[in-house]
């Protein structure tokens, strides 16, 4: 269980393949060569999953899959660079990861299975929230730098609030993973430690 629930980055990691970043617009030639490079490398990773069977071979095709995502995210935010492209790429790489996260659950079963889950769902609300917070981010310096003082100031704010809200969507995803470890208890074992969960989390 151990090995299943600490290797999130390794997985994210392992996900990241593809495009390098172009300093402007590709043409549709250099897009559409890009494209079918991904392609060609999608169907090349699917071919080793054809000898497996069963999980295995599921996680290796949701991997060969995942990568391909993630490949054409990168690939549309090297082809437009923004604040919104960035974050769908990052979007795309923490579904990507959490779809091959949950497949490797899949070897689990009961409480384990589920807590396994959970820390996968836990991830990616993670890595969105970094996402969505380093747009919020780039949007109100973008707006501070071509704005008054009081605009700056309220640029401030929308990135304090941005941060909380990371936060909380963080603690939220965290809670849920430790309520669901207490349900493989019982009695008063289970009530303390649901009661000991929402101390941690102020719920």
Same mark, same amino acid.
């Given at each position: 269980?151990?090995?299943?629930?600490? =290797?999130?980055?390794?997985?994210?990691?392992?996900?990241?393949?593809? $495009?390098?970043?172009?300093?402007?617009?590709?043409?549709? $030639?250099?897009?559409?060569? /890009?494209?079918?490079?991904?392609?060609?490398?999608?169907?090349?990773?699917?071919?080793?999953? +054809?000898?497996?069977?069963? =999980?295995?071979? @599921?996680?290796?095709?949701?991997?060969?899959?995942?990568?391909?995502?993630? +490949?054409?995210?990168?690939?549309?935010?090297?082809?437009?660079?923004?604040? @919104?492209? %960035?974050?769908? +790429?990052?979007?795309?790489?923490?579904?990507?990861?959490?779809?091959?996260?949950?497949?490797?659950? %899949?070897?689990?079963?009961?409480?384990?299975?589920?807590?396994?889950?959970?820390? +996968?769902?836990?991830?990616?609300?993670?890595?969105?929230? *970094?996402?969505?917070? %380093?747009?919020?981010?780039?949007?109100?310096? /973008?707006?501070?730098?071509?704005?008054?003082?009081?605009?700056?100031?309220?640029?401030?704010?929308?990135?304090? *609030?941005?941060?909380?809200?990371? /936060?909380?969507?963080?603690? *939220?995803?965290?809670?849920? $993973?430790?309520?669901?470890?207490?349900? $493989?208890? /019982?009695?008063?074992?289970? *009530?303390?430690?649901?009661? %000991?969960?929402?101390?941690?989390?102020? @719920?």
């Amino acid at each position: 269980m151990k090995s299943l629930t600490l =290797n999130y980055a390794a997985i994210a990691l392992c996900l990241t393949f593809g $495009v390098a970043a172009h300093a402007q617009t590709m043409t549709k $030639v250099e897009l559409k060569s /890009a494209q079918e490079k991904i392609e060609a490398d999608y169907k090349a990773a699917l071919v080793p999953c +054809a000898s497996l069977s069963g =999980n295995t071979k @599921k996680i290796c095709t949701v991997e060969a899959k995942g990568n391909e995502k993630i +490949a054409l995210a990168n690939l549309a935010a090297s082809n437009k660079p923004s604040a @919104k492209t %960035q974050r769908d +790429a990052s979007d795309t790489k923490a579904e990507a990861t959490y779809d091959l996260a949950k497949q490797k659950c %899949q070897d689990l079963a009961g409480n384990a299975k589920d807590v396994c889950i959970k820390e +996968a769902k836990s991830a990616e609300t993670s890595m969105k929230a *970094d996402a969505k917070l %380093q747009l919020k981010t780039s949007e109100a310096n /973008a707006d501070a730098r071509k704005t008054t003082t009081q605009a700056s100031g309220k640029a401030a704010d929308k990135v304090s *609030d941005a941060r909380k809200d990371a /936060a909380t969507d963080k603690s *939220d995803a965290q809670y849920k $993973v430790e309520k669901e470890k207490c349900d $493989v208890l /019982a009695g008063d074992v289970k *009530d303390n430690c649901l009661k %000991q969960a929402k101390a941690n989390f102020g @719920k």
